[in-house]
DNA sequence: GGGGATCTTGACGAATCCTTGACACGGCCC
DNA sequence: GGGCCGTGTCAAGGATTCGTCAAGATCCCC
């Protein structure tokens, strides 16, 4: 899901804008100063940043520039000035587009689709590999010998659960919710179909697994 | 040098926006209405547009529209007006910033370079090859043993979605929001006729695709 | 206004995928 | 050894999705 990370020291405006961007499909993060979302970006880096200008701590275009030390996340800036050597100061400061406030929430998201639109291309590849087979999480792909597997949908959403966190043990229930949702949590008879087809699938040898292995009463864990 | 098309119909603002972009070093082609734009575009495709939405002869969004079934140039709306729902539409259509009259040069001056900023590292290769056939990205042409392949509009921009990014898996709403706008996500029936079309057109063994491939229930992926 | 190209819409088998139940196997405790 | 629990395996049905076609509706250029 396209993750967004909205900075702004109005804790009503972020709540209002969290509501907002969740009930459009986004993830929300926020923070409501410039150190912590200079923290939050590095940690769990968002496909776009939607940057107050007033911030308590630090100014928003230093934080700007900050920021493009080491991304180049799209950056969206709201500000509450209409000056005109704020917005310049901005854009040149790294920013992509510039809205002032009040706005409404409709021109933001047209504004928010726009830029993602123009940053679709630029996603970086994570990619995992074992002996046996590789993960192309960006692309949504796996191979085997060079040739790629055939993963039905929940096939891939439980093959994804389990390869983003590499060694851990993730349990029956979390891997039920994740994939068929919460109310699912007792369907364990799921888990074994599905995961003998991935093993089937990706596995030298099936009845032997090495990198899709169950941990009997708790769930699974994929080792690469 | 940096090529800048700039439309309008007010021909003072029309010189003294030549007059400033050439001062600040960009190469600049103007059009008065919305037909000479069209054609000014695909005669000397240019870096960036600025549009004014009031043109005398077609809608602005219109003319957005008609440019964006074949050119991916980043495009800087001007418009007179405040209103939020133009503002939607307009970067709904395809423009990737928006400006109100009356607006200052240096506000000006730093959109543009944020925009030009943005779409310079998102220069890619344009022209793919597979062994059935050629995409010209930039020249907007489709080659099949030698031949021109005739696309409409619509079949151009779903192929040019996923020849953008190869081997990856596109979702039916990625490729239903960038073709059709984001209020068609669940309009999948598009997307079979439209990619029966393309492969048709494209694939040796229409029945067989080998490079326009779906994933059941997800998307498509394109693999040269 | 007319004619051609293009887009939308609906319907239908065919292919794919999900669900469900049944059964076998191994380990563990009584 | 027998019963119980958790797991792996398999196959069939029912549900969903896909490819295909063709007929209107719409747009666009002349």
Redesign the interface.
């Known amino acids: 899901m396209t993750s967004v990370l909205v900075v702004d020291d109005d804790t009503y405006l972020l709540r209002a804008l969290r509501i907002t961007l969740q009930a459009h499909g986004y993830d929300v993060a926020t923070a409501a100063d410039g150190r912590s979302a200079l923290l939050a970006a590095q940690q769990h880096p968002p496909a776009l940043v939607i940057l107050d200008l007033g911030l308590p701590d630090m100014d928003g275009s230093a934080v700007l520039r900050k920021l493009r030390g080491w991304s ?1 996340v ?1 950056v969206l800036v709201l500000s509450a000035r209409h000056g ?2 704020d ?2 100061e901005a ?2 400061a ?5 809205i002032t406030k009040p706005f ?1 929430l ?2 933001l ?3 928010l ?2 830029l993602l ?6 996603e970086q590849p994570v990619v995992v590999t074992t002996e046996a087979f590789t993960v192309d999480l ?4 796996v191979l085997r010998d060079g040739q790629d597997v055939r993963l ?2 929940t096939e ?1 959403k439980m093959l994804e659960v389990l390869v983003r966190s590499p060694e851990k043990l993730v349990t029956q229930q979390q891997l039920l919710s994740e994939v068929w949702g919460p109310a699912y949590a007792k369907e364990t008879n799921y888990l074994r179909v599905y995961m003998a087809q991935l093993r089937r699938k990706l596995e030298p040898d099936a009845a032997t697994p090495r990198h899709l292995i169950t941990e009997a009463g708790i769930g699974y864990r994929f080792v690469p």
Chains 1, 2 share one sequence.
């Open positions: 180049s799209p005109s050597e917005k310049v854009l040149d790294g920013a992509d587009d510039y409404g409709e021109e998201l047209a504004r689709r726009a639109r123009r940053s679709a291309d630029t960006g692309k949504r792909r039905t949908p891939w």
